[in-house]
């Protein structure tokens, strides 16, 4: 089984100061989680969680309507882009 945990830290003003993310599963590494699966990887938010994605080391994936990418940026080429409607 598959599992993720975060631990956060705060300092004096209830700020976040440290937060630490670790998965456990294999390896115990988050990359072990596989292929993340973004719908609508071309939309604001979409791109920006392909992207935050693959900065952590992710695999990702991306159901569009169109297929391929609309993104204008380098990281949008590490994206495995798939057709289709939900």
Do not use: P
């Amino acid at each position: 089984m598959v599992g993720m945990s975060v631990q956060r830290e705060a300092d004096e003003d209830g700020k976040i100061s440290r937060e630490e993310v670790s998965g456990h599963g294999g390896e115990g590494d988050i990359k072990d989680f596989g292929t993340l699966l973004v719908l609508g990887g071309n939309g604001f938010v979409g791109s920006h969680v392909c992207k935050e994605a693959l900065d952590c080391g992710l695999s990702v994936s991306s159901l569009t309507r169109s297929g391929r990418s609309s993104v204008q940026e380098s990281w949008a080429s590490r994206v495995t882009w798939h057709q289709g409607t939900c």
